[in-house]
């Protein structure tokens, strides 16, 4: 049994968030769970945030505040703030994403079910407020709408990441601290922090859902979702990039052929998602790793 009281970080990571990170730094506040350290880290934005972070922080008395002198990613920024982190657990928070009130409450709960050293990671569902379309669903409702199985798994599911059977609403997610440092943190070769994490906690770590909505994810303009197929989009191409390098990473984490089968599935997936914008480069990429999966022993 694990502490009921274990210190949680928050590490909330802002790039021209002003019209909504004082809304995502009082969620943190707020959580009904009391023992919380707060890291803001601001990746040199180029609108108010810095300003609106101060007075909040003069307001509130809480909170580390670190300022980047220059634009360093997500992967970079967070890896960077994670040296002041002393919780036993952390949420890697955006800067446009709420937390619920129970939200770290209910994840410590599941924590504490079970022993610390074979959990890496508590996640639950999520709200999402589409700005671009204004509406809203909820996560796994809309995910799972054209999958075989109408919720998400838990336990030993590096397959089901891998394959994309399943997948992990980063927003909601609980870090064993200790494992994240353990993993040696985000990969800062890439564009984009979360999958590659799953795949290597899944690797090795048990992963828990608990049913419940603990976060509110904002889907804005800029998101990927949205951007994800503008064929000479820069940003775009960076994360496509980035997946072909954690699914070549794959190929010499899988230990069985069902997962080399789930890497065949997920590169299928992907040279689908790139034909849309032309991606020939990077579909002839995906080809070469679909004749090593093909003919290794």
């Not at 054209?146 to 990441?161: A, N, Q």
Request: proline share 1%.
């Amino acid at each position: 049994m694990l502490n009921l009281n274990s210190l949680v970080t928050v590490i909330c990571s802002c790039y021209n968030h002003s019209d909504y990170i004082e809304k995502a730094l009082n969620s943190v506040i707020n959580q009904t769970y009391k023992n919380i350290q707060l890291i803001i880290i601001d990746d040199c934005s180029n609108d108010n945030s810095i300003e609106i972070i101060d007075k909040w922080i003069l307001k509130n008395k809480t909170g580390l505040f670190i300022k980047n002198a220059k634009n360093f990613g997500l992967t970079k920024s967070v890896n960077s703030a994670f040296k002041n982190v002393e919780g036993t657990y952390f949420i890697d928070l955006a800067g446009d994403d709420v937390l619920l009130p129970h939200c770290i409450e209910t994840q410590i709960s599941i924590y504490n079910a079970y022993s610390q050293d074979k959990i890496g990671i508590v996640y639950g569902n999520a709200k999402v407020t589409d700005t671009i379309n204004n509406t809203s669903y909820i996560y796994y409702d809309k995910f799972f709408q054209s999958k075989k199985t109408t919720s998400p798994t838990d336990g030993f599911i590096y397959k089901e990441i891998l394959n994309h059977s399943n997948t992990i609403c980063s927003v909601s997610a609980l870090i064993n601290t200790a494992l994240f440092k353990k993993l040696g943190g985000y990969d800062e070769n890439l564009a984009y922090e979360d999958y590659d994490l799953w795949l290597r906690v899944a690797r090795k770590y048990s992963i828990l859902y608990v049913d419940k909505v603990l976060v509110e994810r904002i889907k804005l303009k800029t998101s990927l979702g949205n951007i994800n197929f503008q064929r000479f989009n820069k940003k775009a191409l960076q994360f496509k990039y980035s997946t072909y390098l954690i699914v070549k990473k794959t190929l010499k984490m899988n230990l069985t052929k069902e997962e080399d089968l789930a890497s065949i599935q997920k590169i299928n997936l992907e040279v689908k998602q790139n034909w849309k914008v032309l991606n020939i480069l990077l579909i002839a990429k995906y080809y070469i790793l679909l004749l090593k999966l093909k003919f290794r022993k």
